[in-house]
Structures are given as structure tokens and as C-alpha cells.
């Protein structure tokens, strides 16, 4: 086990590398000198001032000499300061951003495997019923609709209409006045319609693979076994058809973050939640490149440690790998 | 809350400060009598978040709206835009009109509680005179010859030569010395934390989100009577409306479409309460005139020939505003009533255009000169569908004469910095809001024209550049309006902008909210007289 | 077979707009902005007074292209990344997809955000950036589809015959890999669809006076309480088509795949 952990974690460098290289480049694509924007910020900024700034990011220099020097700050995690007139150090705005866009996104991963689970499951063991293809209308209509309207939709209907929750934000003016049980029912409250059309966006996905999944497993050699025994079809399906079909839909879950993380720029942007989809795009529109730069390898990052989870949990639930590999 | 006195400022979407002339506002009903009580909060919202509240370093209106709960200047605007004191009792101008001396209210305390002296205003004006303040106000102090600060009371300013914006140009927001002096401004951390003396003080920036200001209880004016204010960054305008709607926020300026369709119905009369009256700001489409496309006036009178500014009005604004001609609101001492500038004609637009060597050669409907195309981009900012708007009518409009107008929508920090700063564009949309003075100096004057600086498209003409001089260097008003009208004389000629709308303001408040009072200056100019009665408070503690 | 139709039905549609309808999409006309749906407007008019009838016909020719160039480029780029590594195998194959891995791990939206926003946003820009980001998925396929035929008796007696590596893949591998790739693009197609409404909705779409499905419907976002048929149309549109093709894609993925069918 220890070892084949640690040949992953060997493994991640080189793809740390890689998403290093590929945001360098990127950003580079863009015409004219990231500096230019900050100097521009300031009129009257000196020659001098000027010249310090190159320096620092190493302008005047090669471009993979300036790879390597802002590489060498990012191993410190130091990502610059923004170019935005607060002139704030990146990693602490990329910092207060982070849990909020985490947390949401790992609820709705939550919510999403929650529901998709048995509608994968239904959908396979009823295959080609009623049933079936009403739940892959269902969540194939998830999927279609575009979010920001389904949003709106929502938000007018739930919010201006019947005045049952609130349109954006995260919590109510003066929640901070409110004892923890209400304080946390105002923010479930701001949090359902964003969660809620999250989910149900991303429900296509993994409910029919989870249906395929399952359709494969149950066409297996044991599965008509079990049933040969006698054991009861929902025995069958659960104990033994289940995990089975469980064990790749871990590998999808881990690859499905920079999905989610990708989709928070509406989201927050529509519910006025101040997560990292919405400083990312302000930083991209404003031209931030620190930022832009910073967000890119952090939200990459993320999805290598969300992958490596992912492959523990998958080499935890499956023996073959715990015993026989690495 | 001081109205602002800068000049001029590009303006974005939910400039509220600043408002002009006002005709009767649209819905009204009758106010309430009674003693006014403290106490409720009220909660607007803003598209983009500030991004400082030292109002002297920004240059987004989102910053300035909330740095004017926040800041006094020496002088404001009352609500019939008469100049009058605010941290200055009084003053007096010497005959020549070069020097005036402010007598500063006593006993006004920062609200960090530091007594006010005249070495605020010392220092306010040597921050925005220093070079190293990136700061896009310093003009109108860089006339001053010196500022003597004789006792702790008076303030004495003397002009080398006479000069008409200066009492208005004390406007300007003061700076707390104490906190500054011997800082780089910069680096402040007032940025992020301000003090000042104004009716409210920052309670709580949470970045991202919310901005909360409260009340400043030894404010010099009284107490004002809404404990708080709160702007909330909505980045989406559609959801901005909801959230109206739904009572999230209480304020906030609408769209002509949300004012006349969407706003009309008594359940929503009930609860909000409309305003209506001219902007103090323009809307225009500028050339930039180094571009050899631009240079040849017969071209850019084709291009306002070619425009319907009665088409924009009613597309754009549902026909609440008016056509602009020129640079100053129509009705103000300073605008000329006889502007002849060239109407709308595509068959003259066509003709000048030929006269200037564009024809149509192979049949695509693109009129060509010497095999090129007559292709041009403008560039409008984000955010600003009234804009966009704009310019998709005006695109139709020019393709009918054979011009293909390509139309981009930029970023508003990125559009000053990329664009305009480096004068890395063909044609942009954009507005002006208007100061309460004429004085155009920052961006019509030929000496302007630098990076950084507002004459960013490059106009020079030496006849305009003097009148310019003559009209802020008097302060005769016969005078001042005969160099203003003539000004506008020739910028219709020369057509440098197309001038397009004067758009009318449509702010709407919820009515909770009494004791507003809709005046020449707009509604915004007595807001520390806002109150809500007791039992209709909302946000209680 | 639902979905086969509408999607037959789209090409139609986009292909004839202009004798479907008597409008410009992009004439405008400022004195009769956001009128109801009627005999002369059967979807009613826009904020600028357009016809949306007219709009969502001709977006749906640009949002397909968006749609299908898009994909056009993903498979192309996925096709001979897999064809490569999964036929030569060895640096190249883990060279090519320690890439994939890596593609695999950026929130693919942010780059196309990044890319877009600091370029610009033309329709080019649009099909490429997402082109360059969706390949991933095909890759993988496509070696792995390699992998199991490069042992198959055909494509060994075809070397045996000293047939060129080119001539292998072209001739013999690639027509036999290509069955998965049709579902993934069948999709991809849909997804494009919807990533450039998203851009749309954030500002740097497809370009005024272009009508595209995402930009109708996000100037329609404004007024979705009142002027409904300005998003409803093109929402509609786009609920459709992405419906639709991911039916197809299911309908093909079952026919193709003979593991289900047994």
C-alpha cells in the first residue's frame, strides 16, 4: 500500500510540472507584457519603478529563464500580487475564495452521486421500461438546459414569485446577529437553489454511467450465479451487482471536480456568490495575470489531489490492487 | 453626502452622485409629516466592487459612490446646484479673484476622532499635485500658485491668474494629513479602511460581497437618520433586478425597459418609489482622430450624417432622454440652443464620403478606397447594455451607407489601461458625466492629449484650445458662455465625437425610505435626511 | 430516432432560414422593440426590435457551427494523438498521455475563459479554444480502441505483407477506431453548444449583431419575467438540440457497443 502510494505521489510531479507549463504558456499567448498592465495602472510610475518590475517577473529575461523564475516562486507558493488597484498578494484572495467554491462544489458532488446512484441503478434494472427513459429525459434535461437560465428561471419563480428563498448570496443581512441553528438555516436556504441547479446540471453524467455500468455487471458470469442460488433480486443488486459497478464511478468522481469547479464561474456569477469562479473571471476580463495564473495551477492542483483521492479510495475498495499491485 | 466635484469622469452604469437639473419627477406621493427617527438600513447594489475608497486614486464609479457617504469637500453643490459650504463655513474671494480664503468649520472631528485642521486641506492639495500620486484630478489644483494655511482655521488659496472653476474644484474630497502625511498614498492601508468626515464611516468591507457603512454619530451636520448602508456586489444585472424585486435591495437606478414595462404595475408602485429627470452626463462616439480613417472631417460628418439620434432614443432609451450636440446638457448656462451640426441623412452621408474618396467598387455593399475596405471597430465597456445597444443600432446604420462597423465589449479596467490609455483604438462608445461647471479644459484642451490623459482622441485645434483659456480665466458668465457656445459651434462642425443622448436618470428607492427630496442636483444631495418611519423599519438591530 | 429527427429537422431549418422567414436577423427597428409574439412576430421581437423567429433560425446556423467545427477539431486532434500512442506505444504513448492527464486536470471553462477574454471573442477564437480543450476524452478512446486492434489478425497480416505504418493506421485501424469516437463527438457537439451560451452569458460569446443561440437568449435574461418569448425561443432551442443529440448519442453508443446487447 505505502509504496504504491508513494509512486503515485512521484507520478503527480511531472503532471504538476505539465500544468505549470501549459498555464506559463497560455498566459503568454496574450499580447503585449503582463507588466504593462501594472505600470499602466500608475501614470507617472518612474523608469526606475519600471525597470524593478521587470526584474521581478523576470521580463527582460529569456522566456524559459522567466518559466523558471516563476516557477521557483510558486514552489513557495507566491504567486505575485495582483494587478488589480488593491495590489493584494494573489494566494490571500485565491485563499478566501477557495473553501467557499470547495464546499460548494463537494456538496454538490455529494448531492449528485446521492441522486444519481439510484437513478443509474433504477434506469439499469428496469432497462428500456417507462421508467427508464422518463429518468434519462430527466436528467438528460439537466444537462440541456442552459444554467444561467434554468437559474433565473428558478430564482424568479422560488424568489420574486412565491418569495420562498432568497435570489443571491450567501447569507441574510444581519445572519451574523442569529443563533448557529438559524444562521445555518439562512445559508441552506441561500445555498439550494445554486447546490440544487448545480446538481441537477450534472446528473446526466454520472447516472448513465452508472446505468451502463450496471447493465454490464449484471450481463456478468457471477451475477447470474447469485441469481442461479436463489438469492432475491434485491440482493442481487445491491450486494452484489452494486459494488462492482461502484468501483470505476470513484475514478469519474475525482475527474469530475474541474468539471464542477469550471461551472462555478456562472453560478457565482448569477447567485452573487464570491467564490473562485467569480474572482477568476474578474481577473481574467481585468487582465490579472498573477491571478489568472495563480487560479489556473491552484484549480489544477486541486483536481491531481481530488484524482489521488480518488485512486486511494478505488485501491482501499478494491483488493486486487491493495494485494497484487505496485 | 458631497456631491462630487471632479469635473469630469467616465461614467459607468449607477453613477448616482452628481445628478443634474431636475424636470418634476415621474411618480411621486406625498411625504410623510412627521419627526423623522434614526434608525433601519439601506441596502443597494453594485455591479462591479470598489476598488479603493480613496476617492483621489480611483477611477470606477463604484468606488467614488461609496467614498461619497464617506468624504467632505471645503464647498458642495446644494440641491439647486449653488455652491455652499460643507467643511468650509464660508470664504471669500478677493476682487481680483485670485485669491480665496475658506474659514473651516470648527470642532469637526475624523472619525477615527482627530480634530479637522487646515493641514488636511494642506495635505489633500499636496497629494494631488504631487507627481507621484497616480491620480487622474490634479488639473484643476495645478493652477493654484500656493495654499497658505494661516491658523488652523482658514485655508488661502492664491491663482496666478484668474481662474473660473476654483471655488468649485474645493470640492474635491479631503484627506485625513494625520493618517497620511509622510506615506506613500499608494500603499495606504486607507485603501481598504477609510476615515473621514463624512456622515458615514466603513463598518465592514467583506470582500466579494458586501460593503457596510454606518453612521458616523459625531458627524459636523447631525446624525443621519439611516443607520446603515450596505452595497452588495450583484455581478449580474438580471439578478440585480430580481433581488429588487424580491426586496433584497432597496435602491438602485433602472434600465429604461425596467422603468417603462417592467415597473409599471401597482404592486411594485406600492412598494418603490421612481424618479425621473436628466442625467448630467452624455453618451458619444469617439474617433481617434491619429487614425488616418478619422482625419478627414468630411468623413466624420458622413459618419454623424449617417447616425439617427431619434433612432437611438427610442431604441435605446424608449424615449427618455434627449439628442446631444454638443458637450453640455441641454438647458444649462453654457449649452448653445442654435447648434447646427449635420442631421441625419444617409444620402449626405454617402455624398461626403465620396467627396472623400470612398466608393463602392465590387458590388458587397462595403464602400472601398483604393481596395480598402471601410472597416472599423468600437469598443464600448462592459456591463453597459444601454451602450451596447447603442452601438448595434449605430452599426446597422452605418452598413446601410456601406461602412462595416465591428463592435467589441471590453472590461472597464482593461478597456482604460489596454485601450484608451495607450490610444489602442479606432472608435469607442463611452459617456462623460458633466460637472456643474462648463469648463472642459481636461478633455478638449490640444495640451491633453498625453498618455493617461482625457483628450484621448487626439483633438487639437488651436481656435478651440483658446477659448478653452479665455472661458475658464474669467469669471464673467457673458463671457464664459460666449467662449462655451462658440466652443460647441465648432466641435459640431469638426464633429471629433458624435455626439449622441443626454439619458434621463431613473433611479428608484423603496418606499420605506422618506424625506427624499427630487431636486435640480437629483435625489442623493439631502441623503442624510433619509429616514424610515419607526414602524415600517425592516433591519432592526 | 426522436432525436435523429430533430436533429435532421435543425440542419433543415438552418439551412432554409432564409426561406423561412421574410426578416434580416439583424434589422433592427427601434420604434417596435419587445412586441409579443404575433401573426407578423411569431416569436415577438427583441430589445432592438428584431425578429426572434428570424434570430433563433439564424443562430441555430451558427450555433451548430460552433457546435460541429468545435468538434471538428477535437477529433481531429484526439484521433491522431490516440492513433499514435496507442499504435507506437512506448515514450510516445506515455509522453501523449501524461498530457491527456494533465489537460484532464484544468478546469476546462477557466482556459477557455483565460484564452478568450485575453484574445478575443470571435466566433474562430470560440470553435478553436473549445476544440483545443475537448480532445481529451477522444485520445483516450481511440488508443485504447488501438491498443486491442493492433493485435488483431488483419492488422498483423497486414504487416506481414510489409505494409508502411501510415498505410496500417489509415487503412486498417483507423475505420475500425472510429465507432467510439462518433458517440463522444455526438456529445462533444452538444457540449459546445452549451459552453458557447455560457460564454454568451458572461459577455464574450459570439459578437453583436451575429445572432447566436446563447447571445438571444442571454439579452433575453434581462426581461424573462415580461419579454418570456425572448428567452423562452432560443432557451427552447438550445434544451432541444442538446437533448436531441445526446439522444442520438445514447442511440448510437447502444448499437455500436455489443456488450449491452447481449
Same mark, same amino acid.
Given at each position: 500500500?505505502?509504496?504504491?502510494?508513494?509512486?503515485?505521489?512521484?507520478?503527480?510531479?511531472?503532471?504538476?510540472?505539465?500544468?505549470?507549463?501549459?498555464?506559463?504558456?497560455?498566459?503568454?499567448?496574450?499580447?503585449?507584457?503582463?507588466?504593462?498592465?501594472?505600470?499602466?495602472?500608475?501614470?507617472?510610475?518612474?523608469?526606475?519603478?519600471?525597470?524593478?518590475?521587470?526584474?521581478?517577473?523576470?521580463?527582460?529575461?529569456?522566456?524559459?529563464?522567466?518559466?523558471?523564475?516563476?516557477?521557483?516562486?510558486?514552489?513557495?507558493?507566491?504567486?505575485?500580487?495582483?494587478?488589480?488597484?488593491?495590489?493584494?498578494?494573489?494566494?490571500?484572495?485565491?485563499?478566501?475564495?477557495?473553501?467557499?467554491?470547495?464546499?460548494?462544489?463537494?456538496?454538490?458532488?455529494?448531492?449528485?452521486?446521492?441522486?444519481?446512484?439510484?437513478?443509474?441503478?433504477?434506469?439499469?434494472?428496469?432497462?428500456?421500461?417507462?421508467?427508464?427513459?422518463?429518468?434519462?429525459?430527466?436528467?438528460?434535461?439537466?444537462?440541456?438546459?442552459?444554467?444561467?437560465?434554468?437559474?433565473?428561471?428558478?430564482?424568479?419563480?422560488?424568489?420574486?414569485?412565491?418569495?420562498?428563498?432568497?435570489?443571491?448570496?450567501?447569507?441574510?443581512?444581519?445572519?451574523?446577529?442569529?443563533?448557529?441553528?438559524?444562521?445555518?438555516?439562512?445559508?441552506?436556504?441561500?445555498?439550494?437553489?445554486?447546490?440544487?441547479?448545480?446538481?441537477?446540471?450534472?446528473?446526466?453524467?454520472?447516472?448513465?454511467?452508472?446505468?451502463?455500468?450496471?447493465?454490464?455487471?449484471?450481463?456478468?458470469?457471477?451475477?447470474?450465479?447469485?441469481?442461479?442460488?436463489?438469492?432475491?433480486?434485491?440482493?442481487?443488486?445491491?450486494?452484489?451487482?452494486?459494488?462492482?459497478?461502484?468501483?470505476?464511478?470513484?475514478?469519474?468522481?475525482?475527474?469530475?471536480?474541474?468539471?464542477?469547479?469550471?461551472?462555478?464561474?456562472?453560478?457565482?456569477?448569477?447567485?452573487?456568490?464570491?467564490?473562485?469562479?467569480?474572482?477568476?473571471?474578474?481577473?481574467?476580463?481585468?487582465?490579472?495575470?498573477?491571478?489568472?495564473?495563480?487560479?489556473?495551477?491552484?484549480?489544477?492542483?486541486?483536481?491531481?489531489?481530488?484524482?489521488?483521492?480518488?485512486?486511494?479510495?478505488?485501491?482501499?475498495?478494491?483488493?486486487?490492487?491493495?494485494?497484487?499491485?505496485? | 453626502?458631497?456631491?462630487?466635484?471632479?469635473?469630469?469622469?467616465?461614467?459607468?452604469?449607477?453613477?448616482?452622485?452628481?445628478?443634474?437639473?431636475?424636470?418634476?419627477?415621474?411618480?411621486?406621493?406625498?411625504?410623510?409629516?412627521?419627526?423623522?427617527?434614526?434608525?433601519?438600513?439601506?441596502?443597494?447594489?453594485?455591479?462591479?466592487?470598489?476598488?479603493?475608497?480613496?476617492?483621489?486614486?480611483?477611477?470606477?464609479?463604484?468606488?467614488?459612490?461609496?467614498?461619497?457617504?464617506?468624504?467632505?469637500?471645503?464647498?458642495?453643490?446644494?440641491?439647486?446646484?449653488?455652491?455652499?459650504?460643507?467643511?468650509?463655513?464660508?470664504?471669500?474671494?478677493?476682487?481680483?479673484?485670485?485669491?480665496?480664503?475658506?474659514?473651516?468649520?470648527?470642532?469637526?472631528?475624523?472619525?477615527?476622532?482627530?480634530?479637522?485642521?487646515?493641514?488636511?486641506?494642506?495635505?489633500?492639495?499636496?497629494?494631488?499635485?504631487?507627481?507621484?500620486?497616480?491620480?487622474?484630478?490634479?488639473?484643476?489644483?495645478?493652477?493654484?500658485?500656493?495654499?497658505?494655511?494661516?491658523?488652523?482655521?482658514?485655508?488661502?488659496?492664491?491663482?496666478?491668474?484668474?481662474?473660473?472653476?476654483?471655488?468649485?474644484?474645493?470640492?474635491?474630497?479631503?484627506?485625513?494629513?494625520?493618517?497620511?502625511?509622510?506615506?506613500?498614498?499608494?500603499?495606504?492601508?486607507?485603501?481598504?479602511?477609510?476615515?473621514?468626515?463624512?456622515?458615514?464611516?466603513?463598518?465592514?468591507?467583506?470582500?466579494?460581497?458586501?460593503?457596510?457603512?454606518?453612521?458616523?454619530?459625531?458627524?459636523?451636520?447631525?446624525?443621519?437618520?439611516?443607520?446603515?448602508?450596505?452595497?452588495?456586489?450583484?455581478?449580474?444585472?438580471?439578478?440585480?433586478?430580481?433581488?429588487?424585486?424580491?426586496?433584497?435591495?432597496?435602491?438602485?437606478?433602472?434600465?429604461?425597459?425596467?422603468?417603462?414595462?417592467?415597473?409599471?404595475?401597482?404592486?411594485?408602485?406600492?412598494?418603490?418609489?421612481?424618479?425621473?429627470?436628466?442625467?448630467?452626463?452624455?453618451?458619444?462616439?469617439?474617433?481617434?482622430?491619429?487614425?488616418?480613417?478619422?482625419?478627414?472631417?468630411?468623413?466624420?460628418?458622413?459618419?454623424?450624417?449617417?447616425?439617427?439620434?431619434?433612432?437611438?432614443?427610442?431604441?435605446?432609451?424608449?424615449?427618455?432622454?434627449?439628442?446631444?450636440?454638443?458637450?453640455?446638457?441641454?438647458?444649462?448656462?453654457?449649452?448653445?440652443?442654435?447648434?447646427?451640426?449635420?442631421?441625419?441623412?444617409?444620402?449626405?452621408?454617402?455624398?461626403?464620403?465620396?467627396?472623400?474618396?470612398?466608393?463602392?467598387?465590387?458590388?458587397?455593399?462595403?464602400?472601398?478606397?483604393?481596395?480598402?475596405?471601410?472597416?472599423?471597430?468600437?469598443?464600448?465597456?462592459?456591463?453597459?447594455?444601454?451602450?451596447?445597444?447603442?452601438?448595434?443600432?449605430?452599426?446597422?446604420?452605418?452598413?446601410?451607407?456601406?461602412?462595416?462597423?465591428?463592435?467589441?465589449?471590453?472590461?472597464?479596467?482593461?478597456?482604460?489601461?489596454?485601450?484608451?490609455?495607450?490610444?489602442?483604438?479606432?472608435?469607442?462608445?463611452?459617456?462623460?458625466?458633466?460637472?456643474?461647471?462648463?469648463?472642459?479644459?481636461?478633455?478638449?484642451?490640444?495640451?491633453?492629449?498625453?498618455?493617461?490623459?482625457?483628450?484621448?482622441?487626439?483633438?487639437?485645434?488651436?481656435?478651440?484650445?483658446?477659448?478653452?483659456?479665455?472661458?475658464?480665466?474669467?469669471?464673467?458668465?457673458?463671457?464664459?458662455?460666449?467662449?462655451?457656445?462658440?466652443?460647441?459651434?465648432?466641435?459640431?462642425?469638426?464633429?471629433?465625437?458624435?455626439?449622441?443622448?443626454?439619458?434621463?436618470?431613473?433611479?428608484?428607492?423603496?418606499?420605506?425610505?422618506?424625506?427624499?427630496?427630487?431636486?435640480?442636483?437629483?435625489?442623493?444631495?439631502?441623503?442624510?435626511?433619509?429616514?424610515?418611519?419607526?414602524?415600517?423599519?425592516?433591519?432592526?438591530? | 430516432?426522436?432525436?435523429?429527427?430533430?436533429?435532421?429537422?435543425?440542419?433543415?431549418?438552418?439551412?432554409?432560414?432564409?426561406?423561412?422567414?421574410?426578416?434580416?436577423?439583424?434589422?433592427?427597428?427601434?420604434?417596435?422593440?419587445?412586441?409579443?409574439?404575433?401573426?407578423?412576430?411569431?416569436?415577438?421581437?427583441?430589445?432592438?426590435?428584431?425578429?426572434?423567429?428570424?434570430?433563433?433560425?439564424?443562430?441555430?446556423? =451558427?450555433?451548430?457551427?460552433?457546435?460541429?467545427?468545435?468538434?471538428?477539431?477535437? =477529433?481531429?486532434?484526439?484521433?491522431?494523438?490516440?492513433? =499514435?500512442?496507442?499504435?507506437?506505444?512506448?515514450?510516445?504513448?506515455?509522453?501523449?498521455?501524461?498530457?491527456?492527464?494533465?489537460?484532464?486536470?484544468?478546469?476546462?471553462?477557466?482556459?477557455?475563459?483565460?484564452?478568450?477574454?485575453?484574445?478575443?471573442?470571435?466566433?474562430?477564437?470560440?470553435?478553436?479554444?473549445?476544440?483545443?480543450?475537448?480532445?481529451?476524452?477522444?485520445?483516450?478512446?481511440?488508443?485504447?480502441?488501438?491498443?486491442?486492434?493492433?493485435?488483431?489478425?488483419?492488422?498483423?497480416?497486414?504487416?506481414? =505483407?510489409?505494409?508502411?505504418?501510415?498505410?496500417?493506421?489509415?487503412?486498417?485501424?483507423?475505420?475500425?477506431?472510429?465507432?467510439?469516437?462518433?458517440?463522444?463527438?455526438?456529445?462533444?457537439?452538444?457540449?459546445?453548444?452549451?459552453?458557447?451560451?455560457?460564454?454568451?452569458?458572461?459577455?464574450?460569446?459570439?459578437?453583436?449583431?451575429?445572432?447566436?443561440?446563447?447571445?438571444?437568449?442571454?439579452?433575453?435574461?434581462?426581461?424573462?419575467?415580461?419579454?418570456?418569448?425572448?428567452?423562452?425561443?432560443?432557451?427552447?432551442?438550445?434544451?432541444?438540440?442538446?437533448?436531441?443529440?445526446?439522444?442520438?448519442?445514447?442511440?448510437?453508443?447502444?448499437?455500436?457497443?455489443?456488450?449491452?446487447?447481449?
Amino acid at each position: 500500500m505505502v509504496p504504491y502510494l508513494l509512486k503515485r505521489i512521484a507520478m503527480l510531479l511531472p503532471l504538476l510540472l505539465g500544468i505549470t507549463l501549459i498555464t506559463f504558456t497560455v498566459i503568454h499567448l496574450a499580447p503585449g507584457e503582463p507588466v504593462e498592465m501594472q505600470t499602466a495602472m500608475s501614470p507617472k510610475i518612474t523608469a526606475e519603478t519600471r525597470q524593478r518590475l521587470r526584474a521581478y517577473y523576470g521580463l527582460d529575461r529569456p522566456l524559459h529563464v522567466q518559466y523558471g523564475l516563476w516557477l521557483r516562486r510558486i514552489v513557495r507558493l507566491d504567486f505575485g500580487r495582483s494587478f488589480a488597484p488593491d495590489n493584494r498578494p494573489v494566494m490571500d484572495k485565491i485563499k478566501e475564495r477557495i473553501p467557499v467554491t470547495l464546499s460548494l462544489n463537494l456538496i454538490a458532488l455529494l448531492l449528485e452521486f446521492g441522486v444519481a446512484l439510484p437513478i443509474g441503478i433504477l434506469a439499469a434494472v428496469r432497462r428500456n421500461s417507462l421508467l427508464d427513459k422518463g429518468l434519462t429525459l430527466f436528467v438528460f434535461l439537466g444537462f440541456a438546459m442552459p444554467t444561467f437560465w434554468l437559474a433565473l428561471l428558478l430564482m424568479y419563480f422560488f424568489g420574486v414569485k412565491l418569495e420562498w428563498l432568497p435570489i443571491s448570496g450567501l447569507h441574510s443581512l444581519g445572519s451574523n446577529k442569529l443563533t448557529a441553528g438559524a444562521w445555518f438555516l439562512d445559508l441552506a436556504k441561500h445555498l439550494l437553489l445554486p447546490i440544487g441547479v448545480a446538481t441537477f446540471g450534472s446528473l446526466a453524467g454520472l447516472s448513465r454511467y452508472i446505468r451502463s455500468t450496471m447493465l454490464e455487471v449484471i450481463g456478468q458470469d457471477y451475477i447470474t450465479t447469485a441469481r442461479a442460488k436463489g438469492l432475491s433480486e434485491r440482493c442481487v443488486i445491491l450486494k452484489h451487482a452494486l459494488r462492482n459497478a461502484l468501483l470505476p464511478v470513484i475514478t469519474l468522481l475525482g475527474f469530475s471536480l474541474p468539471g464542477l469547479i469550471g461551472g462555478s464561474v456562472i453560478f457565482e456569477t448569477i447567485f452573487a456568490i464570491p467564490g473562485m469562479g467569480q474572482l477568476f473571471f474578474m481577473g481574467v476580463m481585468a487582465r490579472d495575470y498573477p491571478l489568472v495564473m495563480g487560479i489556473l495551477v491552484i484549480g489544477a492542483g486541486l483536481t491531481l489531489v481530488g484524482n489521488l483521492l480518488a485512486d486511494l479510495c478505488y485501491s482501499l475498495a478494491d483488493p486486487r490492487i491493495r494485494h497484487g499491485g505496485g | 453626502m458631497s456631491v462630487r466635484l471632479v469635473p469630469l469622469l467616465l461614467t459607468l452604469l449607477f453613477l448616482l452622485v452628481g445628478c443634474g437639473r431636475a424636470d418634476p419627477p415621474g411618480v411621486r406621493r406625498p411625504q410623510e409629516i412627521g419627526k423623522p427617527v434614526d434608525g433601519d438600513t439601506i441596502v443597494t447594489g453594485s455591479i462591479g466592487e470598489a476598488s479603493t475608497l480613496i476617492p483621489l486614486l480611483a477611477s470606477d464609479a463604484a468606488s467614488h459612490s461609496i467614498a461619497g457617504y464617506i468624504y467632505n469637500g471645503l464647498v458642495k453643490y446644494d440641491k439647486e446646484l449653488n455652491l455652499v459650504g460643507d467643511l468650509a463655513r464660508s470664504w471669500e474671494v478677493s476682487r481680483d479673484g485670485l485669491v480665496i480664503t475658506f474659514h473651516l468649520r470648527r470642532g469637526v472631528k475624523w472619525q477615527d476622532g482627530h480634530e479637522f485642521t487646515s493641514r488636511d486641506v494642506l495635505y489633500t492639495y499636496r497629494v494631488t499635485i504631487d507627481p507621484k500620486t497616480p491620480t487622474s484630478y490634479a488639473e484643476d489644483f495645478k493652477q493654484v500658485k500656493k495654499v497658505e494655511i494661516p491658523d488652523p482655521y482658514t485655508v488661502r488659496v492664491t491663482y496666478d491668474h484668474p481662474f473660473a472653476p476654483a471655488l468649485a474644484s474645493w470640492g474635491s474630497s479631503v484627506l485625513p494629513a494625520h493618517l497620511l502625511e509622510g506615506k506613500d498614498i499608494t500603499l495606504s492601508e486607507l485603501a481598504r479602511r477609510p476615515v473621514g468626515t463624512g456622515p458615514y464611516r466603513l463598518k465592514e468591507w467583506v470582500a466579494g460581497q458586501k460593503i457596510t457603512l454606518e453612521a458616523f454619530e459625531g458627524y459636523f451636520e447631525g446624525r443621519p437618520h439611516l443607520d446603515r448602508v450596505v452595497d452588495r456586489l450583484i455581478p449580474d444585472s438580471a439578478t440585480m433586478y430580481m433581488e429588487l424585486k424580491a426586496g433584497g435591495i432597496d435602491m438602485m437606478n433602472l434600465t429604461p425597459v425596467q422603468f417603462q414595462r417592467q415597473t409599471m404595475d401597482n404592486s411594485f408602485l406600492a412598494r418603490f418609489n421612481k424618479y425621473r429627470y436628466p442625467a448630467s452626463s452624455y453618451v458619444y462616439m469617439g474617433y481617434n482622430l491619429r487614425n488616418p480613417l478619422f482625419s478627414d472631417v468630411r468623413v466624420r460628418r458622413a459618419l454623424t450624417h449617417a447616425i439617427n439620434k431619434e433612432e437611438l432614443i427610442q431604441g435605446v432609451l424608449l424615449g427618455m432622454g434627449q439628442t446631444a450636440k454638443g458637450p453640455y446638457k441641454p438647458g444649462s448656462w453654457a449649452w448653445n440652443p442654435n447648434i447646427k451640426e449635420p442631421v441625419y441623412d444617409p444620402a449626405a452621408a454617402r455624398k461626403l464620403l465620396a467627396e472623400a474618396g470612398w466608393r463602392e467598387t465590387d458590388g458587397d455593399g462595403i464602400l472601398r478606397r483604393g481596395g480598402k475596405p471601410f472597416q472599423f471597430t468600437v469598443l464600448t465597456n462592459q456591463g453597459n447594455a444601454e451602450r451596447l445597444k447603442t452601438a448595434q443600432i449605430i452599426q446597422q446604420r452605418l452598413r446601410s451607407v456601406g461602412i462595416d462597423m465591428k463592435i467589441r465589449v471590453i472590461e472597464w479596467a482593461s478597456f482604460i489601461t489596454h485601450f484608451i490609455d495607450n490610444r489602442n483604438f479606432e472608435a469607442v462608445i463611452l459617456g462623460w458625466s458633466l460637472g456643474q461647471d462648463p469648463d472642459i479644459f481636461d478633455v478638449w484642451h490640444s495640451s491633453k492629449t498625453g498618455k493617461k490623459e482625457l483628450n484621448f482622441i487626439g483633438y487639437k485645434n488651436d481656435e478651440v484650445d483658446r477659448l478653452i483659456v479665455a472661458g475658464r480665466g474669467t469669471f464673467d458668465q457673458l463671457e464664459r458662455q460666449r467662449c462655451y457656445r462658440r466652443i460647441q459651434e465648432i466641435l459640431a462642425q469638426e464633429q471629433p465625437y458624435t455626439f449622441l443622448y443626454v439619458p434621463d436618470a431613473l433611479p428608484t428607492v423603496s418606499a420605506r425610505v422618506r424625506g427624499i427630496t427630487p431636486a435640480p442636483a437629483g435625489i442623493t444631495h439631502d441623503f442624510i435626511k433619509w429616514h424610515v418611519p419607526r414602524n415600517e423599519q425592516k433591519y432592526t438591530q | 430516432m426522436i432525436g435523429g429527427a430533430i436533429v435532421l429537422l435543425l440542419f433543415a431549418c438552418s439551412f432554409f432560414a432564409p426561406f423561412l422567414t421574410p426578416y434580416d436577423p439583424s434589422h433592427l427597428d427601434a420604434w417596435h422593440v419587445l412586441l409579443p409574439p404575433s401573426a407578423r412576430h411569431w416569436f415577438g421581437t427583441d430589445e432592438l426590435g428584431r425578429d426572434v423567429l428570424t434570430r433563433v433560425l439564424y443562430g441555430a446556423r =451558427v450555433s451548430l457551427k460552433v457546435g460541429f467545427v468545435a468538434v471538428g477539431i477535437a =477529433v481531429f486532434i484526439g484521433t491522431a494523438v490516440g492513433l =499514435v500512442a496507442g499504435f507506437y506505444g512506448g515514450w510516445r504513448d506515455s509522453l501523449l498521455m501524461r498530457l491527456v492527464d494533465i489537460m484532464l486536470c484544468f478546469p476546462t471553462f477557466f482556459l477557455i475563459l483565460a484564452v478568450i477574454a485575453m484574445l478575443e471573442p470571435s466566433i474562430w477564437y470560440i470553435m478553436i479554444i473549445i476544440g483545443l480543450t475537448g480532445w481529451m476524452g477522444v485520445a483516450r478512446l481511440v488508443r485504447a480502441e488501438v491498443l486491442t486492434l493492433r493485435e488483431r489478425e488483419f492488422v498483423l497480416a497486414a504487416r506481414g =505483407v510489409g505494409a508502411s505504418d501510415l498505410r496500417i493506421i489509415v487503412r486498417h485501424i483507423l475505420p475500425n477506431a472510429l465507432s467510439p469516437v462518433l458517440v463522444t463527438a455526438t456529445l462533444g457537439v452538444a457540449g459546445a453548444i452549451l459552453t458557447e451560451s455560457a460564454l454568451s452569458f458572461l459577455g464574450i460569446g459570439v459578437q453583436p449583431p451575429t445572432p447566436s443561440w446563447g447571445n438571444i437568449l442571454t439579452a433575453g435574461k434581462e426581461y424573462i419575467e415580461f419579454a418570456w418569448w425572448l428567452s423562452l425561443f432560443p432557451g427552447l432551442a438550445i434544451l432541444v438540440t442538446v437533448l436531441a443529440y445526446n439522444l442520438v448519442g445514447e442511440g448510437l453508443r447502444d448499437a455500436l457497443d455489443p456488450r449491452l446487447n447481449r
